[in-house]
């Protein structure tokens, strides 16, 4: 079986030997070509190429007819008539050219003849910088050069190694662009100090060239391996003694250490002498993940380094933090007793933390109790609560990791705004490219070297969102009048920046919007309401979604028009600070259909208009400029018409009729008055008979009009009386009632010297008889006869009176233009309800008893 095999391997070689010969032949088999001097050239030598016919490979017997052609690649360079072609070239590139050539029967047809390459190069350059390394102790020794320029040729190059006790080792690269060998020896170190020589020569068909000779010895060329097996040991879990160790090769006798944290890209490099694989490294932080690597070195002078260990990553135990939190607040009162503070503070940074921030101790504490009021502990970075507004509170607030507490940062609550001297003047905010804005300010005046610091502070002023938006800030020294923000700042978001100057407890702020970025808004305000008020409308909006703001609202515009007008409408601009949701206009004619619609302005231009809305005032406005008017010219006919004595007789006693008893004052009871009991005496005197009494004087009948010729002008005066030790204070009436000024009256044309009225005043006795019936034939100016003399225990209920226990009225001298104003009408009541009495009045020479009703409204007012 093996030696079928064996036959069908022989069999297979020749075969393919013969179809590599028959290939040869058929590709030249109708010609030659040839080149000289050589198919490999220096550059800028000059090649001589033939082509010849080989008999009967022609298109005929005459060399006329066989035309030979020459290419250079693809580029015909030469043709000729006949069975040889010869051309001699110059100016050939580096690297190989192929040259063919073709026998053309026929202007079409072209058939290959035969071909060859020509190949242009440089001699070989002497190899530099020969240099020979051993890794490890027991490693192979690889030998490292410069070629030089590239020879565009095969090139060989020979590595030749030769030591003590006539050591000689060789080794051929064959690849082209060869430059470096692996003689695949070591050099061991049981002669450390033997010397050994090694060269390289590069060899082509041009020529040679080798290297200076390298002599070196064991130390020189071996280096070490990489350390390995590395581990790191913190003593009592503490970062103040940590150790780290690691393996190495024997002989090695310096040693360097690096290491940085993770997130640093500079190493801390630290050289360890005989440290036989142990070394401690002081200068660590808490908390921090670092990497380490270690590199060796088998002799301080000679040699070289080792690589770089694989990294060791590790991290630092903690410890105790330092530092102090910074910490801001904001204030908002709640009702007149409360108030709610709001803590902020920063994190602290890695150095400061020292640890893994577990929580945040926050003590509250009013100054004057001497112990705190309230402790809390946090994981945010936040903390609210309610307090009084009446006292003094401090806050302190410090950050806990596994190892203890940081030093508290302690702030008194006060109002950051409420010293006005300490405000910053002129704030303004610039943008400063896409995520930063400047913020500029200048000093608060003559409180400026007061100010200790100032703090910058900003949030967004529509979040867009349920959440409060962050609050961030910075603070500066009070040098410093400008602060470049950028922390949490995004482009076409509008910002509340406020700018705080603080002095001990006491601060001063100003406020101003500002963004980066700014476009004009994608969309404008929707109209949710309009509300008619007093002749105006009140318009109210809905603000723009945060994220179509596209930068700080300046401006709203409110536009409005007749309804299917081709006018230009109106507009009222409103900046934003002064209405941010509504606005009154007062510009809009009743009883006419109008469109509104609005817009919002930013810095870089305004908004496509909102929804629009139709609206049309009702026109109280109208209604009011009617009634004004109307007014006037009812008081003017009013009072026209009141000119008239007739008509202001009327009207009075038409609002006297409807006056409601409980207006009129209380008039006691004549029938209980001593003038009633003293009627009989009265009535002796006059010599009156009782049967001469009216029959009819109860009767329900109204009677007929008594007319008497100037009654009043021959009235004495009513009351006179000294003071009476007993008399009641003024405005007291009698038996308890009460009686004021006005109600004392006095009728006189020409008053007579006081006097007390007794029962001969005849005159009041027969204004009281005289209430009877006048006869028809009874003439103007005399009074009814026979007089009708009321009987003792009666007196009319519908009548007017006066009583006659005049013990208790006050006196009181009137003049005569005091008598005449009293005459006229002093109060009009309007009422549905009867009134007792009607005040007295006259505007002709007769006075008739059917308007005349005497009582403590006619005669004593």
């Not at 997130?263 to 932080?285: C, E, F, P, Y």
């Not at 400063?432 to 003559?446: A, F, S």
């Not at 006919?637 to 009207?651: A, D, I, L, M, T």
């Amino acid at each position: 079986m093996a030696h079928a095999v064996r036959e069908c391997s022989f069999a297979l070689i020749l075969l393919i030997m013969f179809l590599l010969v028959e290939a040869k032949i058929d590709v030249c088999k109708r010609g030659d070509v040839t080149v000289k001097p050589s198919h490999v050239i220096s550059l800028g030598s000059t090649v001589n190429i033939s082509c010849s016919l080989k008999p009967k490979q022609g298109c005929s017997q005459y060399s006329s007819f066989n035309r030979l052609i020459l290419y250079k690649f693809d580029r015909r360079i030469n043709f000729l008539h006949g069975h040889f072609l010869s051309s001699q070239i110059t100016g050939l590139p580096l690297g190989t050219t192929l040259f063919v050539c073709k026998l053309a029967c026929s202007s079409s047809d072209e058939i290959r003849v035969c071909g060859a390459e020509i190949s242009v190069g440089v001699v070989p350059e002497q190899p530099q910088n020969l240099s020979c390394i051993q890794k490890g102790e027991r490693g192979t020794m690889t030998c490292t050069w410069d070629r030089g320029r590239d020879t565009h040729l095969y090139t060989a190059y020979t590595l030749q190694l030769n030591g003590p006790n006539n050591l000689t080792w060789q080794k051929q690269c064959n690849d082209r662009y060869c430059d470096h060998l692996d003689l695949g020896i070591n050099i061991t170190p049981e002669s450390p100090e033997s010397s050994y020589t090694a060269e390289v020569t590069a060899t082509n068909s041009l020529g040679s060239a080798s290297s200076f000779p390298s002599t070196f010895t064991f130390l020189d060329i071996v280096r070490p391996l990489p350390p390995w097996d590395i581990r790191i040991k913190f003593v009592n879990a503490s970062v103040s003694r940590c150790t780290l160790q690691w393996r190495d090769e024997g002989l090695v006798q310096l040693n360097r250490l690096r290491y940085r944290p993770n997130n640093s890209r500079s190493w801390n490099t630290v050289n360890a002498t005989n440290a036989k694989g142990r070394h401690d490294l002081l200068d660590l932080k808490p908390f921090t993940e670092y990497e380490f690597q270690i590199s060796s070195k088998l002799h301080l002078l000679k040699g070289s380094w080792s690589d770089w260990s694989e990294p060791l990553r590790a991290q630092t135990p903690e410890e105790e933090p330092t530092g102090m939190l910074d910490v801001w607040y904001t204030r908002k009162h709640i009702d007149y007793k409360r108030q709610q503070i709001s803590l902020f503070w920063k994190n602290l940074s890695l150095s400061e933390a020292r640890g893994k921030i577990l929580h945040y101790l926050v003590t509250l504490q009013e100054e004057a109790a001497g112990k705190p009021t309230l402790q809390n502990i946090t994981e945010q970075a936040s903390w609210t609560w309610v307090i009084p507004r009446t006292g003094n509170w401090a806050v302190a607030v410090s950050a806990a990791n596994s190892k203890g507490n940081s030093l508290p940062t302690r702030i008194i609550i006060t109002d950051l705004c409420g010293a006005g001297l300490l405000a910053p003047r002129q704030v303004s905010a610039n943008s400063e490219g896409v995520d930063n804005i400047l913020v500029t300010w200048e000093p608060p005046g003559k409180a400026a070297p007061a100010v200790q610091e100032y703090v910058v502070e900003w949030r967004e002023l529509h979040s867009g969102g349920s959440m409060q938006p962050p609050l961030n800030w910075l603070r500066s020294p009070p040098y410093n009048v400008s602060a470049l923000i950028s922390e949490n700042i995004n482009p076409y978001i509008c910002y509340e920046i406020s700018v705080y100057a603080l002095s001990g407890h006491q601060g001063g702020c100003s406020s101003i919007q500002g963004n980066s970025e700014h476009k004009a808004p994608l969309s404008g305000p929707n109209i949710n309401a309009i509300l008619e008020e007093k002749g105006n409308i009140l318009i109210s909006w809905d603000e723009i979604p945060a994220q179509e703001q596209r930068g700080c609202i300046l401006h709203y515009r409110i536009y409005w028009k007749e309804w299917n007008s081709s006018s230009q409408p109106q507009l009222c601009e409103i900046p934003y600070r002064v209405s941010p949701n509504s606005h009154p206009i007062n510009s809009l004619q009743p009883k006419v259909t109008y469109v509104l619609w609005m817009t919002a302005l930013t810095a870089a231009g305004e908004s496509p208009h909102g929804n629009e809305r139709e609206f049309c005032l009702q026109g109280r406005g109208s209604w009011g400029a009617f009634v004004a008017p109307s007014i006037c010219t009812a008081v003017i006919v009013v009072g026209v018409v009141f000119s008239r004595c007739y008509v202001r007789q009327k009207v009075f006693v038409l609002f006297s009729a409807l006056r409601p008893q409980w207006c009129s004052k209380e008039i006691p009871d004549p029938a209980n008055s001593t003038w009633a009991k003293k009627y009989p005496t009265v009535e002796e005197k006059t010599q009156l008979p009782l049967d001469r009494l009216p029959t009819d004087w109860a009767t329900p009948e109204e009677p007929e009009t008594l007319v008497i010729d100037e009654v009043l002008h021959q009235v004495t005066p009513i009351f006179r009386h000294p003071h009476h030790p007993n008399w009641p204070e003024k405005g007291q009436g009698v038996q308890g009632h009460y009686t004021s000024e006005e109600d004392i009256r006095y009728n006189a044309s020409s008053p007579p010297p006081p006097r007390p009225l007794t029962a001969e005043t005849g005159q009041l006795v027969d204004l009281y008889k005289v209430l009877g019936n006048r006869t028809p034939d009874s003439k103007s100016g005399h009074p009814a006869s026979p007089l009708a003399v009321l009987p003792v225990d009666y007196v009319p209920t519908h009548g007017g009176y006066l009583p006659t226990n005049t013990d208790y009225l006050p006196s009181r001298e009137a003049s005569i233009a005091d008598h005449l104003e009293e005459l006229e009408p002093q109060h009009i009541s309007l009422s549905v309800f009867p009134s007792s009495s009607l005040h007295p009045f006259s505007c002709g020479k007769k006075l008739t008893l059917d308007r005349l009703k005497m009582g403590s409204s006619s005669l004593m007012p």
